[in-house]
C-alpha cells in the first residue's frame, strides 16, 4: 500500500521492467560542491538496515518497513539545511529513482558485513560499495566502519580493506569517511564500542594513518566528554555522529552544540536520532540539526513541515 506519497509500486514496477534506468539517473544526477561557502556539512545516515541493525531505543523492529524508512528520509531531505544523505545502495537507488538526490553530497557506505550480533561482527567485510563503484556512479565518497578489536583477528583485515578504500577513494578524488571505535567483547560476546576520551583518541589515530594519503579523509566520530581534546587528535574534518538516541534529545542536541565549537568539526551524520525521534516529528529534529551545523537555515516561525512525521 502506498503511503505518503512514496509509491511502492512505480519503485517495484521501474526494478523489475527498467533496472538500466538505475545508471542512467546517477549519469543524470545533479551534482553540488561537497561543502558550500560556511564549510559545514548536514548528512541524514541510513546504512544500518544492510548491517541487520533495526532498532531504535526499545522497538528492535523499528526500520523494518522500508516504505515507512524513505518517508522519514524524503522528509529530512526537504528541509532546508540538509546538506545530503549517506546510505547502502538499496536505499540510495530508492532516493534516486524517489527524485530526491539532485544537488545533494551522497555518501556510498561500503562495508556492512559485520552484521550485528554475528560470531563475525568485527569482520567488517566490504559488501557494499567499492571506490571504483562510487567514482563510476558519480557519488561524492564512501563511508567506512572501522573497528579495531585488538583480541579479534577480524580487524587486521578490515585495516587493510579500509586502508585500500582510502587511497582508491583518494585517487578518484572522492570523501573517504573513516568511522572508528575501540571495540572489544563483552563477558556476553557483544560487541562494545568504547566511548570514552582516550579510547576514542587511539582509534582517531589508527584511522587517520590508514591509506596511501589523508588528503581526503574525513572521520565520523561519537560524541563523548571532552571532545576538545579528542579532536585535537587530528586535523582531519569530522564529522559528529549521531549514535543510539537514548535520553532526553534536549541534552542531545547541547552536546552536539558544545561538539561543533571544536576547529575541526566540520558537522553532523545522524541516522536514528532524527529519523526516528521521539515525539515522530522528523522535520522539527532536522530544523534543529540544521540549524546548529548551518545558524538558520529556516525561520522560527516556519510553517510545519509535510510529509513523514
Known amino acids: 500500500m502506498d503511503r505518503a506519497g512514496v509509491d511502492v509500486r512505480a519503485l517495484t514496477r521501474t526494478r523489475l521492467r527498467e533496472p538500466e534506468r538505475i545508471d542512467l539517473l546517477w549519469a543524470a544526477r545533479r551534482r553540488r560542491p561537497l561543502v558550500g561557502d560556511d564549510g559545514r556539512l548536514l548528512l541524514v545516515a541510513c546504512d544500518h538496515p544492510a548491517r541487520g541493525a533495526l ?15 524513505l518517508e522519514r528520509l524524503a522528509t529530512a531531505l526537504s528541509r532546508p539545511g540538509v546538506d545530503g544523505v549517506l546510505g547502502t545502495p538499496d536505499i540510495l537507488e ?6 530526491l ?14 552484521l550485528q550480533g554475528s560470531s563475525f561482527e568485527l569482520d567488517d567485510r566490504f559488501t557494499a560499495y567499492g571506490a571504483a563503484d562510487l567514482a563510476r556512479r558519480g557519488l561524492d565518497g564512501g563511508k567506512m566502519l572501522t573497528r579495531i578489536a585488538l583480541s579479534d583477528e577480524g580487524t587486521v583485515a578490515t585495516l587493510e580493506a579500509s586502508a585500500r578504500a582510502v587511497t ?39 584511522a587517520a594513518g590508514l591509506g596511501a594519503t589523508s588528503a581526503r579523509t574525513w572521520l565520523k566520530l561519537p560524541v563523548v566528554d571532552d571532545m ?8 582531519m574534518p569530522a564529522l559528529l555522529l549521531g549514535g543510539d538516541p537514548a535520553g532526553d534529545p534536549e541534552d542531545t542536541y547541547t552536546t552536539w552544540a558544545d561538539a561543533l565549537t571544536c576547529p575541526n568539526a566540520a558537522g553532523l551524520v545522524v541516522g536514528r536520532a532524527l529519523l526516528y525521534p521521539p515525539d515522530g516529528d522528523v522535520a522539527a529534529a532536522v530544523d534543529v540539526a540544521a540549524r546548529l551545523v548551518h545558524g538558520d537555515p529556516v525561520p522560527a516561525n516556519r510553517p510545519p513541515a509535510g510529509g513523514a512525521r
Open 168 to 206: 582508491e577513494l583518494a585517487d578518484a578524488g572522492l570523501m573517504a569517511m573513516v568511522e572508528p571505535f575501540w571495540s572489544s567483547r563483552g563477558a556476553d560476546g557483544r560487541v562494545v564500542n568504547h566511548l570514552d576520551p582516550d579510547a576514542v583518541i587511539r582509534s582517531i589515530h589508527v
Open 101 to 114: 538526490l539532485d544537488d545533494k553530497v551522497v555518501i556510498g557506505s561500503m562495508n556492512r558485513g559485520g
Open 228 to 235: 576538545a581534546r579528542v579532536l585535537d587528535a587530528s586535523t
Open 55 to 69: 532498532g531504535v531505543r526499545d522497538d528492535r523492529m523499528a526500520m523494518a518497513s522500508r516504505i515507512d524508512t
Open 94 to 99: 530508492d532516493l534516486l529513482l524517489l527524485g
